[in-house]
């Protein structure tokens, strides 16, 4: 049971993922890439700070 509720949340996360990067251009792309700080910013929130709070 534990592995198909992981299975199934993945799935979920890239589904959901995928649908809302097909709702933009690729214009939306490069001009969000395009700001390196806000780009620094997000990777840092998301790569350490969250997987941080998980962790306590």
Do not use: Y
């Not at 049971?1 to 990067?21: C, D, I, K």
Request: proline share 2%.
């Amino acid at each position: 049971m534990e592995f198909a509720t992981q299975s199934l949340v993945l799935l979920f996360v890239v589904s959901t993922m995928l649908s809302v990067g097909l709702l933009l251009s690729v214009r939306e792309i490069v001009s969000a890439l395009d700001d390196r700080r806000w780009l620094a910013r997000a990777l840092l929130a998301n790569l350490v700070l969250l997987p941080a709070c998980c962790m306590t």
